[in-house]
């Protein structure tokens, strides 16, 4: 399959996390032994200026087939809709011109990112560049190519949602439909592949005992459990960061801070400071997905009256006080 | 005879560029370098929460993530007067220079090295193994540098969580303690990287390579050495690469890892033509000219008052404008910034004699970025074993209801400056002046052209070239990073 990769108005994140997948002899070498042929990627491919707007003008008049069109960036409309505060360079046309064009040609879209899924960090604030999401404009359904848009196969766009993404959820979307195993019904409602966000950060979180008590951490860096007062949004955020972990063995609450679910649209204005956590009567507003009010406050408050010493001094340094008592005999 | 060239977009460079030529006489008489996209970070900073930009600044670049936030980490601190415990500065500089060693090794094997395989060398004697080792996107040397890169930022995995876009930095410190087994992991992940750079990289002790003291010293250790370093000095000196790309010869450096007046590599401003000792960087001489940006306003200012409205509509009424970046100037100089700025600040000999002789250059800054790598990670491997685990990595921010505060890191590629202003507990304004702000600036309202389009004039072009190779070295020799560039 051919790959052509466009870079859009983003901060190339996706690109140096994708460099950095797990592969005995690198990312390029990978896709090509599974079939993957990289056509053009601004970052990386050899061909400059007239060269690679032949190629790009090849490719959006059809003369050169394409099979998968990744984006990665969100695309200015502005301002005014004129879609001049990106220019591909050289080429005198706005982004958003090419974007369509290529889209309109290949046979499969990805959305490599949130901001090209959503808008993403480019639409916050006042979203002065009219930033937006290849088929979302942050929840609504819409964006550049509009809510019908389907790609050559039939399949809306991919939103490999992530800021940045991890670059397992690109290069196994990639396998999967080289594979030709990746069909509508992988898709979840934000049309992210499901193999991903069908699962919580919380899931697999360093964390778990912290949180199960509600022993949390008081400042950065405490060992605690960041929902009650850091803003972490783990619980609710649809992502397997703490079961696939990051550059080996990270991730950001593995790092001490919080998740700000980076994957969903709109995460750039949560409404507030990213590290806290708003509360009403002392009470998170974001409870953990699934979990009803009532029950989450009375566990909490059970489970908070019946924090083990270890657990609610440990919360509160930067590394471990209190050891786990050793039992007399074995485990049972 | 004269003609205009437009190149772009340039690949193997991060983020959009679009450069113009006029040729005359078979060389660039002059060039306008345009950046053409606008992403309006500092208007998004405005009225938020001021550690809200830990978040949002990262997000400038995926590549230079860890120095953005850095900057807002220190200029925070500066606004608050805070000061961060010995650990959280040792956790702070490891976590920056893995990030800055890790981007000129990506510059180095996947931006910069590909245009010497093109087909257009294939005459010269080291063409066929120069393509083998080096063809964009599928060379062999990327099937060993790539795996000892991702395995390389397992140091960020430790000590940020993640890269890019981390929130591990903090005005206080870092959000993560080391356990006293992380610290000798954390060792391991660094000899195994030292071992792929004294291997495949040097082919020598990375000490005896940061020793390297003069340019006879440099041939000499080169001659007959099978590395990618001496493949490359081999190339520069076959093809004059000493000999392209100088721009204004004035050097600023902001100071890099270690604080205050402490750094492992000096703070300052150094000039070839005195070719004396750097003078202090003084930030009040900075300042953003807008004359030839499609922005609105028309004074210079100082960062830590100025202002970012793009030009909505009428862009014809601006017709002097060519790119979204602003044109930084440092006493009214136009200032070269980047690892062979940092080093002849900091008075590395063999840079030093290397600009006393050539002036900046392709070589020259590439030359630099390797030897950086070199200084850079034995000084790694210092900071780890000087970790004291058990004591604390962050002291807590407390948030000033009106302060202005600076920032002032070194990136991969350079200088990096972040000016805030807090206002009622909100950011009241925030500045960015980013490497590549500095580097591809454009003309100021003298007409002064910036670094890039100084380095580019009087390179040759042939008759029938749209795109020539000597330019396009040049550009990349610069490391240039559009994204952060265009904020």
């Known amino acids: 399959m051919k790959l052509l990769w466009l870079q859009a108005s983003g901060c190339g994140g996706c690109t140096q996390s994708l460099l950095g997948a797990e592969s005995r002899a690198g990312v390029f070498a990978q896709l090509a032994a599974s079939g993957i042929e990289l056509l053009f990627h601004p970052g990386v491919s050899e061909v400059s200026s007239e060269d690679a707007l032949a190629l790009l003008g090849d490719a959006a008049d059809g003369r050169q087939p394409i099979d998968i069109l990744c984006v990665e960036g969100a695309l200015l409309r502005g301002p005014n809709g004129s879609g001049r505060f990106h220019l591909l360079a050289g080429s005198g046309r706005p982004m958003i011109d090419w974007v369509r064009a290529l889209a309109a040609r290949a046979r499969y879209v990805i959305a490599v990112g949130t901001c090209t899924a959503y808008g993403g960090i480019n639409a916050a604030g006042d979203n002065v560049t009219e930033a937006c999401g290849l088929q979302f404009d942050g929840a609504e359904r819409g964006g550049l190519l509009g809510e019908d848009f389907r790609a050559g196969a039939g399949l809306p766009v991919i939103n490999v949602a992530g800021c940045p993404t991890h670059p397992g959820w690109i290069v196994d979307t990639l396998l999967l439909l080289e594979q030709g195993r990746f069909t509508a019904a992988d898709l979840d409602a934000w049309q992210r592949p499901r193999f991903y966000t069908e699962q919580l950060v919380h899931h697999g979180c360093p964390k778990n005992e912290f949180y199960e008590y509600k022993a949390s951490a008081q400042k950065l860096s405490d060992l605690g459990c960041l929902m009650e007062n850091m803003g972490c949004k783990g619980t609710q955020a649809h992502a397997d960061c703490n079961l696939r972990t990051w550059n080996g063995v990270g991730s950001c609450i593995r790092g001490g801070f919080a998740c700000i679910s980076c994957t969903e649209p709109g995460f750039e204005e949560p409404g507030h400071p990213f590290m806290e956590t708003p509360k009403v009567a002392g009470i998170p507003i974001g409870l953990p997905s699934d979990m009803p009010k009532a029950w989450f406050v009375a566990l909490a408050a059970l489970s908070k009256s019946a924090t083990p010493k270890r657990v609610r001094e440990n919360s509160r340094s930067d590394h471990p006080v209190v050891a786990p008592a050793l039992k007399k005999s074995s485990p049972k | ?487």
Not at chain 2, 252 to 262: K, N
Request: hydrophobic letters at 45%; a negative charge.
């Open chain 2, 1 to 487: 005879m004269s003609r205009r060239l437009v190149l772009g977009p340039f690949n193997r460079v991060e983020g959009d560029l679009e450069v113009t030529l006029d040729v005359a006489d078979g060389r660039v008489a002059s060039a306008q370098v345009s950046s053409s996209l606008y992403r309006g970070f500092e208007q998004i900073l405005l009225a938020k929460h001021p550690l809200d930009a830990l978040v949002i600044v990262p997000r400038i670049c995926g590549i230079c993530s860890v120095s953005q936030s850095a900057a807002a980490a220190a200029a925070l601190a500066d606004a608050s007067g805070l000061a961060m415990p010995p650990n959280g500065r040792l956790a702070q500089d490891l976590i920056l220079a893995c990030e800055n060693v890790a981007d000129h090794l990506t510059h180095f094997y996947l931006s910069f090295m590909p245009d010497f395989a093109r087909e257009a060398y294939c005459g010269r004697n080291w063409h066929a193994a120069v393509e083998s080792r080096f063809k964009a996107s599928v060379g062999d040397a990327l099937k060993e540098m790539l795996p000892a890169r991702a395995d390389f930022l397992r140091v960020l995995g430790y000590l940020a969580g993640k890269w890019p876009h981390s929130l591990a930095l903090q005005p206080g410190g870092t959000t993560r303690a080391l356990t006293p087994t992380e610290v000798v992991r954390l060792l391991a992940v660094l000899r195994e990287f030292r071992a792929f750079l004294e291997t495949t990289l040097f082919g020598d002790a990375l000490e005896n390579v940061a020793a390297l003291a003069d340019p006879a010293a440099l041939a000499a250790w080169a001659d007959g050495r099978r590395s990618d370093f001496a493949r490359f000095l081999q190339i520069a000196d076959d093809l004059g690469l000493a000999g392209i790309g100088r721009a204004s010869d004035v050097f600023l450096s902001h100071g890099a890892y270690g604080s205050g007046d402490r750094h492992l590599f000096a703070r300052g401003v150094w000039c070839a033509e005195s070719a004396t000792l750097p003078a202090p960087f003084e930030p009040s001489q900075v300042y953003e000219d807008v004359a030839h940006a499609w922005l609105q306003g028309s004074t210079a200012q100082h960062p830590l008052h100025g202002e970012t409205r793009p030009l909505l509509g009428e862009f014809s009424e601006k017709p002097a404008a060519y790119s979204w970046c602003k044109a930084p100037r440092y006493g009214g100089r136009v200032v070269e910034t980047g690892a062979l700025a940092r080093q002849l600040v900091a008075g590395h000999p063999l840079l030093r004699a290397l600009v006393a002789a050539d002036g900046a250059s392709v070589k020259a800054r590439v030359v630099a970025r390797l030897l950086e790598i070199a200084c850079v990670v034995p000084a790694m491997e210092s900071w780890v074993c000087a970790f004291v685990p058990g004591d604390p990595f962050c002291q807590q921010w407390q948030l000033p209801d009106a302060a202005s505060g600076v920032g002032l890191v070194e990136a991969a590629r350079g200088a990096l400056g972040h000016w805030l202003r807090i206002e009622h507990g909100k950011i009241a304004s925030y500045q960015i002046i980013a490497p590549t702000t500095w580097n591809f600036s454009p003309r100021d309202a003298a007409g002064v052209p910036g670094a890039l389009e100084q380095a580019l004039v009087g390179l040759p072009v042939g008759e029938s070239e749209s795109a020539p190779l000597s330019v396009q070295h040049v550009v990349r020799s610069f490391d240039p990073c559009m994204v952060c560039t265009v904020h």
